[in-house]
């Protein structure tokens, strides 16, 4: 019986391997997905420029805040390890505080965006029973849709003030598992990041005209996301 027993373990986990691998999601398969995705802001950005007032160094500075929302997309797999992916969310807002000389200033902005980003993936087989990892390449558009000045911002600025944000192309990638607990349903997470870069202007109304501000951000998003899979 002790002979058997290899034999057995091994029938065993050909047999486990092999439910597991008619649960992954076949060519021609379609799944949707909701989810959470919190968006890890790293940002960067040079000095305000620009306007009449003098700051001492390291100058007005902002950064950007975290944001959680909730994730959703589509994937279709279009060949055996390949699959193409959209992914989507509910705009998600970003507190936008002062940094540098004005880092004691508190939010002095807030800025609402849309980031759709395609992916084209490449699954890694199975690693484990059920646990299929990938990585994919992508672009990534950022429309920036809500821009608005806080009370704060007004007042440091000098008067009521108008915020501007270009929109951003940029490369997009990420890496990720999928738990394929049927051939219907799977529980999937992932780590993406986007080149995503926007040049922000302000302009404040005050009695002597226009003054206008302006510099370059470049957010450098790390989006983590765990969702679940409705495949058909």
């Keep these: 019986m002790k002979k058997n027993i290899p034999l057995i373990l091994a029938a065993s986990l050909m047999a486990l391997a092999g439910a597991a ?11 949707v997905y909701v989810g959470l995705a919190h968006i890890d802001v790293n940002s960067k ?6 306007g ?30 390949w699959s193409g992916e ?3 969310g509910v705009p998600p807002s970003h507190k936008i505080y002062g940094n540098g000389v004005l880092a004691n200033a508190g939010q002095i902005a807030v800025v609402r965006q849309m980031p759709p980003t395609v992916f084209v ?13 990938f990585v994919g390449l992508g672009v990534n558009y950022t429309y920036f849709e809500k821009k608005r000045s806080t009370p704060t911002g007004d007042a440091i ?15 997009a990638a990420h890496a990720g598992f999928t738990v394929q607990y049927s051939k219907n349903w799977s529980l999937t997470g992932t780590a993406a990041y986007a080149d995503v870069r926007s040049t922000m202007r302000s302009y404040t109304t005050t009695k002597d005209g226009v003054e206008e501000l302006h510099t ?3 957010f450098r998003p790390i989006v983590y996301t765990m969702s679940l899979g409705y495949s058909f």
């Design 21 to 31: 691998r008619a649960e992954e999601p076949a060519v021609g398969t379609h799944t």
């Design 45 to 50: 950005a040079a000095p305000l420029a620009g």
């Design 52 to 81: 009449s007032k003098q700051f001492p160094d390291p100058g007005p500075q902002i950064r950007v805040g975290n944001a959680t929302t909730v994730g959703f997309g589509y994937t279709y797999r279009f060949a055996e390890r």
């Design 86 to 88: 959209i992914v989507l």
């Design 121 to 133: 993936n490449y699954h890694l087989g199975e690693w484990l029973p059920k646990f299929h990892p």
């Design 157 to 171: 600025s000098g008067g009521p003030t108008r915020i501007t944000l270009t929109n951003s192309w940029g490369a």
């Design 216 to 218: 370059k951000i470049n």
